[in-house]
């Protein structure tokens, strides 16, 4: 018998096997092909969704949490200014944010990743907006292409990836920019002094650069700097 041990110790030995020239050629073709499906799969249900806002956080957090319950009042008032709610369509924050957006009657689109624990799809998705990747990379494309703005709620590795993908692509004009807006003062201060004392102080980063995000507590402060934003500038595609 083999336990999860033995197993991811075979996985990973099987990287170190040397391979034939066709194995990995075969290989690496077929994963284009199956990479170009997922992206038109995703520009095909995604292309008419409108104006939309993203909402990452931790996976892990439960109804009734205060973080949960916040991120389902923003959703459900971004929603109510005309915003359809984009999330990774699991459970947690994920959750709280199509749930927000199905309360409010709005669009409520789920870009859901096969992972082997955490993630499954969250029952507060339309229908039609349920779409399944395998890959983190072809999933994040989706997120910031349809995106007008990212709200940040308190999360783990993957919400600081997400995170550090939008800061990086408005930074560099990769993108237009649009609103990223982190929630929970408390939660995000040690990260943000590290910006300011490490990063800043080392010249990683310039000072401008820690305008391309804002920090808020409430739903109204969220839902209020996402309208101003719009209010002064056009809503248009990022890329």
Request: net charge negative; glycine share 10%; aromatic share 12%.
């Amino acid at each position: 018998m083999t336990g999860p041990k033995d197993e991811l110790d075979q996985r990973v030995q099987s990287h170190f096997r040397e391979k034939t020239w066709d194995e990995s050629i075969g290989k690496d073709s077929w994963m284009v092909f199956k990479i170009m499906a997922e992206l038109v799969d995703g520009y095909d249900k995604l292309a008419k969704i409108g104006p939309c806002v993203s909402i990452f956080g931790s996976a892990r957090l439960k109804e009734g949490d205060k973080y949960y319950d916040l991120a389902t009042e923003i959703a459900e008032k971004i929603t109510g200014i005309g915003f359809g709610i984009i999330t990774g369509g699991g459970p947690g924050i994920m959750e709280a944010g199509n749930k927000g957006a199905r309360q409010a009657e709005g669009k409520s689109i789920g870009l859901n990743i096969d992972l082997p624990f955490e993630q499954h799809f969250n029952p507060y998705i339309d229908k039609n907006y349920s779409i399944d990747f395998n890959y983190f990379f072809v999933r994040k494309v989706m997120f910031v292409k349809y995106s007008q703005g990212f709200i940040v709620m308190p999360g783990g590795f993957g919400t600081l990836d997400e995170l550090s993908e939008a800061l990086t692509l408005i930074q560099t004009a990769k993108i237009a920019r649009f609103p990223v807006i982190l929630v929970g003062s408390d939660f995000w201060s040690g990260l943000l002094d590290w910006f300011k004392q490490t990063l800043l102080k080392d010249g990683m980063i310039s000072e401008e650069d820690l305008n391309l995000y804002r920090v808020v507590d409430t739903a109204d402060e969220a839902v209020a700097h996402i309208k101003a934003f719009y209010d002064k500038y056009t809503i248009g595609v990022n890329f």
